[in-house]
């Protein structure tokens, strides 16, 4: 019997079309498509293989969402499954899917991912480690939150994603230059949170039925936030081999107990913690969506299978197969230096030499390109060997030879 599937997907972007596609070749799917994008934006292999497409004005508005799906139901009949994989689409989503019946995760859980001050009032009150944190409505607010935890302390959006519009701050002159530049409001609130120190790392899960099922681990070189306040560095990912190995015992058994608090019934969660200096650890946000970073790819190259298929099948069906992890693999950033386009890139024939072996999969930034504004940078190369400590070096290896100039 087919299962009439509608992914929203806002713009044509590559990231979200790995899914689209996936879902699209999908035994046993009939899937439409709900875009801001005009039809002709998408690839013509995949607007052949879609059912129906509906264009809205805003596809982060639940109402729009759901008026479109009606409106594919009776082109279509009923709507199994309504999907999609921003950040920014969960509460949405999840709201149009209350509206209409349709199995899935509800709002009340979207919002537990979704706001990050609820969700760690959830995760708190769930005994869970996180940062301390606070709502900031005024000036007064992020001086108490101060006051509690001491500097530095992070700002950002209840509502963020990944370290973007995220600011480090560790003087009170830096805190009145941030609340000039983002000022709070009552009706537009900041995040402020305590800073952790430490080493950052994501858990990737899935989920079936509110059980964790399976998991993945990844190392992140630096954190990311370094990464936001330093644009000189080259950051990497690592996805080790041996992700069951003891030391990741206390994660496991957090990231379980946290997915159980936010509600997660069945789908991929991303979530982002800390390893502090004394062992302990610290959860810094859960995302009820696949994690960024490329780490979906790296995921499929770690395990020799198809990710972005099996997702669509997990989303679909409510089934998955546990693949084996047989590799370590890593993807480099490769983020440019100065300003203006892209003018040369050093050091690519010494890199193939050393480590040409190890690469599975590059996306090299072209001669002319404009600077990206997010801190994956203007390329990367993936890495993939049996050994971790391969990977590990080789990643820091490639990122001292190439240099990408701009000017």
């Known amino acids: 019997m087919m299962s009439n599937v509608v992914f929203v997907a806002p713009f044509a972007f590559d990231t979200t079309l790995r899914f689209v596609n996936a879902a699209a070749a999908h035994p046993g799917a009939r899937l439409a498509l709900v875009s801001q994008d005009a039809l002709e934006k998408f690839p013509a292999e995949l607007r052949g293989a879609l059912a129906a497409h509906r264009r809205i004005d805003n596809a982060l508005d639940d109402a729009k969402i759901a008026a479109a799906v009606e409106d594919l139901a009776r082109q279509l009949g009923p709507v199994d499954r309504l999907l999609g994989t921003l950040e920014q689409l969960q509460v949405p989503l999840a709201a149009a899917r209350e509206r209409l019946g349709i199995e899935g995760m509800g709002v009340e859980a979207a919002e537990n991912f979704r706001d990050k001050a609820r969700m760690k009032t959830v995760l708190r009150a769930a005994s869970l480690p996180c940062a301390r944190h606070r709502l900031i409505a005024s000036a007064d607010d992020a001086r108490e939150l101060v006051r509690e935890v001491g500097y530095p302390i992070v700002i950002k959006p209840p509502d963020g994603a990944g370290a973007k519009a995220t600011f480090s701050v560790d003087s009170e002159e830096a ?25 950052e790392h994501s858990f990737d899960g899935v989920s079936i039925g509110g059980e964790l099922v399976w998991h993945s681990l990844t190392h992140y070189l630096p954190t990311p936030l370094d990464v936001v306040r330093n644009p000189w560095i080259q950051w990497c990912v690592l996805l080790p081999r041996e992700i069951d190995d003891p030391r990741f015992d206390d994660v496991r058994e957090a990231a379980g107990r946290s997915l159980d608090a936010l509600g997660m019934t069945t789908g991929v969660s991303h979530l982002e913690w800390f390893r502090r200096g004394d062992g302990s650890i610290a959860i810094s946000e859960v995302g009820a969506r696949p994690g960024g970073a490329q780490i ?31 590799y370590a693999a890593g993807a480099a950033f490769l983020r440019g230096q100065g300003r203006g386009r892209v003018k040369a890139i050093r050091g690519l024939a010494q890199a193939q030499r050393e480590i040409g072996s190890l690469v599975v999969e590059s996306n090299l930034p072209r001669l002319g390109q404009s600077p990206s504004s997010s801190y994956e940078g203007e390329g990367f190369v993936i890495l993939r060997h049996r050994e971790t400590q391969v990977v590990d070096d080789a990643l820091h290896r490639l990122i001292s030879l190439i240099r990408v100039e701009l000017g």
């Open 175 to 199: 805190l009145s230059e941030v609340l000039l530049q983002v000022p709070p409001h009552p009706n537009r609130p900041l995040l402020g949170e305590e800073f952790i120190q430490g080493s």
């Open 296 to 326: 979906s790819k790296l995921i499929s190259y770690a395990h020799d299978f198809d990710f972005y298929r099996a997702w669509a099948r997990l989303e679909i069906d409510h089934a998955f197969d546990p693949p084996e992890r047989a």
